[in-house]
Structures are given as structure tokens and as C-alpha cells.
T-cell receptor
């Protein structure tokens, strides 16, 4: 079946503009994560959704970042007033239940470049 | 503060050799330790994972060794192949929050 998909694959924007990144998790997966991967760095946790529970937003770096998950499926990560330091690959992952019990599947990522 | 420290940053191994990547952590509450493999332009993929109640887990050519007292764990790739050339990330998890190492770029020479 289809894996995790993300769109767009690449996004170039100007400093100060808002961007929206989309994640389509694997159907039926209740857990969804957003991570940020800067060049040559590991993955940085941003936000975690589990079912209908309130999301864990503790990794969001500033109030310019927000995310929502509609109907327990598709998720959108929004970055307002983008800054050059926001340039990175944004990865989405989903798992059937808890990622520590069920495999976490990653999408291919969205490469964001802020000029 | 970096929760998981990974070394080396890069590694070159001859085909057929053993690749060893090490990770160390501080938080004793971590209860799940996965390793991910990432090819260029792709998202990471789970390779193998271990829980702290065992000291070793083997799947094919990949083995995790876990030392709870030292708070260290390592990935061993036996009979390394050029197709194993990728970036490897260790991670540690507690309450569904994952902390990743900074990655090791492995190059297996033919």
C-alpha cells in the first residue's frame, strides 16, 4: 500500500512569507510526528499527534510554527513569517499506534529553502 | 542539551568489513532504542530496535549491543556491503518522544 506522502517535495520562499507543508499518513495510522532535519544534523522533534488526544507541541521552536491534523488523518505544518534559519527538510512520520510498539514510517520530506 | 550523542560522524569501511556506530544517552527513563537508515533524498527507515531489558538483538547482518549501566548502545553491521552506504541515526524514546543522534555517514568501499 501507499506509504507516507508529503507535499510539496521542495519549497522555496522568501523571508517573511508563510508556508504550509502537508503530510498524508498511512491510512489507519493513529500516531503522526513532524520532525525537522537541518543539513548534516539529526532529526529534531517538533510535534506529535496521537488519535484524538491533544498534540504534544513541546518541540515547536517558536510560536511561528503550528500544526493541525484534520479528521485524524492529514496534517499540515504551518510556518509563519519564515526566517532563513527555518531552512531544513521537514519530515513527517506515522505509526499504527505507539511508535515504541509499532514501526514509525517516514515520508520523503519537504525541503524548505528560505531566501 | 543533546540527549543522544552519536559517533563517529563518518565512517569508511571496506566491503566485507564490520561497521560499528556508537551512541550514548543520559536519560535513564528512555525505554526504546531504534536505529534508522537513511538514503539520500529519502526519509529514514527503521532498521532495528532494542529495549533496555536485553543486551543484544540481532537481525541478519545487523546487531544492536546495549549496555544499560554505561548508558551506551551500538550498531554493528557485519559483512558490510556497498548497498549499506547510507546515513545511520540512533534514537532514544520515552513516552513517545524521540531524540535522535546527529547521524553517521557510512561509506562501504567495494
Amino acid at each position: 500500500g501507499a506509504g507516507v506522502s508529503q507535499s510539496p517535495s521542495n519549497k522555496v520562499t522568501e523571508k517573511g512569507k508563510d508556508v504550509e507543508l502537508r503530510c498524508d499518513p498511512i491510512s489507519g495510522h493513529t500516531a503522526l510526528y513532524w520532525y525537522r532535519q537541518s543539513l548534516g544534523q539529526g532529526l529534531e522533534f517538533l510535534i506529535y499527534f496521537q488519535g484524538n488526544s491533544a498534540p504534544d507541541k513541546s518541540g515547536l521552536p517558536s510560536d511561528r510554527f503550528s500544526a493541525e491534523r484534520t479528521g485524524g488523518s492529514v496534517s499540515t505544518l504551518t510556518i509563519q513569517r519564515t526566517q532563513q534559519e527555518d531552512s531544513a527538510v521537514y519530515l513527517c512520520a506515522s505509526s499504527l499506534g505507539s511508535p515504541s510498539r509499532d514501526t514509525q514510517y517516514f515520508g520523503p520530506g519537504t525541503r524548505l529553502t528560505v531566501l | 542539551q543533546q540527549q543522544v550523542k552519536q559517533s563517529p560522524q563518518s565512517l569508511i569501511v571496506q566491503k566485507g568489513g564490520i561497521s560499528i556506530i556508537n551512541c550514548a544517552y543520559e536519560n535513564t527513563a528512555f525505554d526504546y532504542f531504534p536505529w534508522y537508515q537513511q538514503f539520500p533524498g529519502k526519509g529514514p527507515a527503521l532498521l532495528i530496535a532494542i529495549r533496555p531489558d536485553v543486551s543484544e538483538k540481532k537481525e541478519g547482518r545487523f546487531t544492536i549491543s546495549f549496555n544499560k549501566s554505561a548508558k551506551q548502545f551500538s550498531l554493528h553491521i557485519m559483512d558490510s556491503q556497498p548497498g549499506d552506504s547510507a546515513t545511520y541515526f540512533c534514537a532514544a524514546s520515552n513516552f513517545n518522544k524521540f531524540y535522535f543522534g546527529s547521524g553517521t555517514k557510512l561509506n562501504v568501499k567495494p
